[in-house]
């Protein structure tokens, strides 16, 4: 018989100390040499001493996985559940993986068995452990918070500039730090040089930031945003419990709930008051940037890659340059067309506005456009197809769910990103079918309109010359439910869809190749 005896233990103190791990190894062995009886037994001990049972990311326990799935075991024997995970939905995904590699779990402390009242007990059992842990993390809480209302340092916390010290639980001036603490505040205030400079300037003298690496802007900007340097290092500012489940950076809380700490101060008050004064500035003078305006903006669809296209500034031989393009960088990926699909913003806004202007100058044209509806049997077929990609849509939404229900799942950042994923794909679908709908309906309609459409084209005809961009961009999106650009550069082709009942209309502004 192939046996493993899994160990763990939570805290360094007891992996260094040795409080349960040499126990918890002797009963397993005993336990497996128990179950092997008079046969030959091979016993492979796995222990993660000093790892916390809230994570499955643990290197022996990953091993143990692998073993196990790989066949290379008969029995896998631990103290009891708690070892396993403190989390009842890891509890459960484990036994269930153990369950279909043909493993055993036997347990030392704990009678296991394959019946609803075992499952139910396992369970029940699971949710203490995981109830003890929040209310161990609860009690860590509020013992941090009231140190720090006392004036001590709850947490190892070591900005540039300073040391932690372990053994007192204090923080000291690094005297070699400080001093480019203060050059950096006096660079601000006394020169006209922004954060970037600074962090240039930095790396132009050879001096590393705190992890020995290279300054950047946003890490100059942090040392003249904070207060720790004038003495005031504030505790329970961030709220980390959402940002850390979710991956999303942790929300600030309010200033009533920061805990003021006193630290030794570097520079004086009056510095940095300068600091936050010229900061204030630069962001108000940023704020009041221009910001480009694209007329297009959410009705733009690339036609070879499918993905929207956005504006954006791009850097033409020296000259910034207003483009439409659909690629998107994000997470070091690059999405969107390669290479890079780049329209000039000017002409497929002047292309396109140039036909809206056509068909307001044209009322019959208009009324006509809109009068030019699809065979009802093509739309009844896309209605179709629609019907059964929101079905398969929410087949997997339920999935989820009920793993969630389940506990076989968590809703970590990834579950929720598929959710809202999901949710987001629904609502896409259920709009273009109220579209479809609308234009199979719009067949009988759309006659009695003819007048109110003269109308209404006449009103905006005589106003164009007057009309802001704002309002441009309403009238575009009154008439337009969708571009699709093809090719790139001065070769592209547009295609404009009418906003349902529609026909699409097919054009190539003037002066560009197709």
């Given amino acids: 018989m192939r046996a493993a005896v899994y160990i763990r233990v939570s805290t360094d103190e007891q992996a260094i100390r040795g409080y349960s791990a040499p126990e918890q190894e002797e009963a397993g062995r005993r336990r497996a040499r128990e ?22 990311n643990r290197p022996e326990l990953t091993r143990l996985r692998e073993w196990a799935g790989d066949g290379r075991l008969d029995v896998v024997v631990t103290r009891d559940p708690d070892r396993l995970s403190r989390r009842l939905a890891h509890q459960l995904l484990l036994t269930e993986e153990f369950e279909k590699a043909g493993v055993r779990l036997e347990f030392i402390d704990f009678t296991w068995q394959d019946t609803p009242e075992g499952r139910l007990f396992y369970s029940i059992r699971g949710a203490i452990a995981e109830y003890e842990r929040e209310k161990i993390r609860e009690r860590t809480v509020r013992g941090r918070l009231q140190k720090a209302r006392m004036g001590g340092i709850p947490v190892r916390v070591a900005p540039y500039g300073y040391d932690y010290d372990p053994e007192t639980d204090e923080v000291k001036v690094n005297p070699s730090e400080a001093a480019v603490v203060r050059d950096i505040f006096n660079w601000f205030v ?18 590393p930031s705190k992890k020995g690496r290279r300054w950047h802007q946003n890490v100059v900007t942090r040392i003249l945003s904070s207060e720790t340097y004038v003495g005031v290092w ?112 000017d002409n497929l806004e002047a292309a396109v506005w140039g036909k809206v202007t056509a068909l307001l100058s044209d009322p019959e044209m208009l009324a006509g456009e809109m009068l030019a509806v699809q065979g009802n049997g093509d739309l009844e077929k896309e209605i179709g197809r629609l019907e059964k990609s929101l079905q398969t849509l929410e087949k997997g939404r339920e999935a989820i769910l009920d793993a969630l229900a389940a506990g076989l799942v968590e809703l970590d950042a990834k579950t929720r990103a598929r959710l809202a994923d999901l949710k987001t794909g629904k609502e896409r679908l259920l709009a273009r079918k ?61 295609t404009v869809y009418l906003k349902a009942p529609a026909s699409d209309l097919v054009f190539v502004p003037a002066g560009i190749r197709n």
């Fill in 190 to 207: 006394s020169e006209d040089i922004g954060a970037t400079g600074i962090a240039n300037r930095l790396n132009d003298l050879g001096i």
């Fill in 234 to 345: 504030h505790y329970n500012k961030y709220d980390c419990r959402g940002g850390l489940k979710s991956g999303q950076p942790a929300a600030k809380r309010p200033r009533e709930e920061w805990v003021p700490v006193p630290v030794p101060a570097v520079i004086d008050r009056a510095l940095w008051e300068r600091a936050q004064a010229k900061l204030a500035e630069a962001r108000r003078l940023w704020a009041g940037r221009k910001c480009e305006k694209y007329l297009l903006s959410g009705l733009v669809t690339c036609a070879e890659c499918g993905r929207p296209v956005h504006g954006e500034k791009i850097n033409v031989w020296g000259r910034y340059v207003r483009m439409y393009t659909c690629r998107v960088k994000k997470n070091r990926q690059v999405r969107g067309c390669l290479p890079q699909k780049l329209i000039n913003a």
């Fill in 434 to 494: 109220r579209e479809l709908e609308a234009a199979a309906r719009g067949a009988g309609d759309a006659a009695a309109r003819l007048d109110e459409l003269r109308a209404l084209a006449g009103e905006a005809l005589g106003k164009l010359d007057e009309l802001s961009h704002e309002e441009k961009r309403a009238l575009v999106r009154e008439l337009v439910g969708q571009v699709m650009v093809s090719g790139s550069g001065r070769d592209f082709f547009a």
């Fill in 35 to 56: 179950i092997a009886g008079d046969g030959s037994l091979d016993i492979e001990v796995f222990a993660d001493l000093g790892v916390s049972g809230a994570t499955l």
